[in-house]
T-cell receptor
Framework: KNEVEQSPQNLTAQEGEFITINCSYS?????LHWLQQHPGGGIVSLFM???GKKKHGRLIATINIQEKHSSLHITASHPRDSAVYIC????????FGKGTRLHILP | DVKVTQSSRYLVKRTGEKVFLECVQD?????MFWYRQDPGLGLRLIYF???????EKGDIPEGYSVSREKKERFSLILESASTNQTSMYLC?????????????FGDGTRLSIL
């Protein structure tokens, strides 16, 4: 069974800081998904990737298949980026990490 | 734009009641999912459906059932609600899984069982 570990569990940073959230998994996958959950509960899909790197605005996601590791970066962080970020991996089913709670202080 | 709508944001019910949570998607997706989310446990799959009238158990189906009579609607049913079913429930949908299609989530229903 695939184990998905996210780090850190909680992260507090000042506005403008560069943020990195990590996700590691134990078994080979076909794709990895980064999700954002706002305090109200709704979940938004950020990225789905199976290799390399993707960028959308201030968000960058990378994946290293050999090392079974992915990172989500946020450049020039802003208080509106405060949310829970969830990593999910797909092998024969989808397995979710427990999430990283990010709080950006103004 | 993609839209998954859950019928209630907040719901309070009593132990023993039959509870229905409704989810509707407007994207003509084949796959629909019900998850529950609890602190420290992350998202856990209850049931999913890959077609009308088809359903498959997820990781934690006990105490739940589902219904998919129409493609756009997937209902989660708590046959006899218990306090340990107090949780956040999230519905998601995706198109047929060729090349890993992302799941689209609803806003969630926070259910309290008293």
């Amino acid at each position: 069974k695939n184990e998905v570990e996210q780090s850190p569990q909680n992260l507090t940073a000042q506005e403008g800081e560069f943020i990195t959230i990590n996700c590691s998994y134990s078994v080979g996958i076909s794709a990895l998904h980064w999700l954002q959950q706002h305090p109200g509960g709704g979940i938004v899909s950020l990225f789905m990737l199976s290799s390399g790197k993707k960028k959308h605005g201030r968000l960058i996601a990378t994946i290293n298949i050999q090392e079974k590791h992915s990172s989500l970066h946020i450049t020039a962080s802003h208080p509106r980026d405060s949310a829970v970020y969830i990593c999910a991996v797909r092998d024969d089913k989808i397995i979710f990490g427990k999430g990283t709670r990010l709080h950006i202080l103004p | 734009d993609v839209k998954v709508t859950q019928s209630s944001r907040y719901l309070v019910k009593r132990t023993g009641e039959k509870v229905f949570l409704e989810c509707v998607q407007d994207m003509d997706h084949e796959n629909m999912f019900w998850y529950r989310q609890d602190p420290g446990l992350g998202l856990r799959l209850i049931y999913f459906s890959y077609d009308v009238k088809m359903k498959e158990k997820g990781d934690i189906p006990e105490g739940y059932s589902v219904s998919r009579e129409k493609k756009e609607r997937f209902s989660l049913i708590l046959e006899s609600a218990s306090t340990n079913q107090t949780s956040m429930y999230l519905c998601a949908s995706s198109s047929v899984d060729r090349g890993n299609q992302p799941q689209h989530f609803g806003d969630g229903t926070r259910l309290s069982i008293l």
